[in-house]
């Protein structure tokens, strides 16, 4: 399977973010995982915060407004479609979603509802994929 297969827009979903830097939640319940893909994307010129789960997750978006949120799908508490269909009731439209897990699209795809995500990445393909992808959802010119 090629890299594109592993990491590939959903929606045409358009993220506004001008010209300041993208904010991107990272929300995985392996710390160390959130860690070294916010460290990646903070050293690529974005601003970061990372969330455990689903309760945390809704907390940050509460005082902070991220343009990307990359989600774990498996998580023991509340898994990443319960914690997408959280997020999205949260009635903003201004933030995309990409599904950010080792499991494969097909079980993306058959295990929930993907008009949840904008995006899918599969956690073992190189990071710089993962950033021309979020790359692909800013829109820096006012819609």
């Known amino acids: 399977m090629y890299a594109a297969s592993k990491c590939q827009r959903w929606t045409s979903r ?32 974005a601003s970061v915060r990372t969330a455990n789960g689903c309760f945390s997750a809704l907390q940050v978006v509460e005082s902070w407004a991220p343009d990307i949120i990359l989600l774990d799908i498996m998580m023991p508490e509340h898994d990443g479609f ?33 008009t949840l995500f904008d995006a899918y990445c ?11 992808l979020m790359e692909g959802l800013y829109s820096r010119e006012a819609m």
Not at 16 to 30: A, M, N, S
Not at 85 to 107: C, K, P, V
Not at 122 to 132: D, E, F, N, R, V
């Open 14 to 45: 358009d993220v506004f973010i001008g010209r300041r830097k993208p904010r991107v939640l990272v929300v995985d319940d392996y710390k160390d995982a959130a860690n070294a893909i916010a460290a990646y994307l903070q050293l690529e010129g």
């Open 122 to 132: 599969q956690k073992a393909i190189s990071p710089t994929y993962l950033l021309g």
């Open 82 to 114: 319960f914690t997408a269909r959280a997020l999205r009731r949260l009635s903003r439209d201004d933030f995309a979603i990409i599904a950010y897990t080792a499991n494969d699209q097909d079980f993306v795809r058959s295990s929930g509802d993907v």
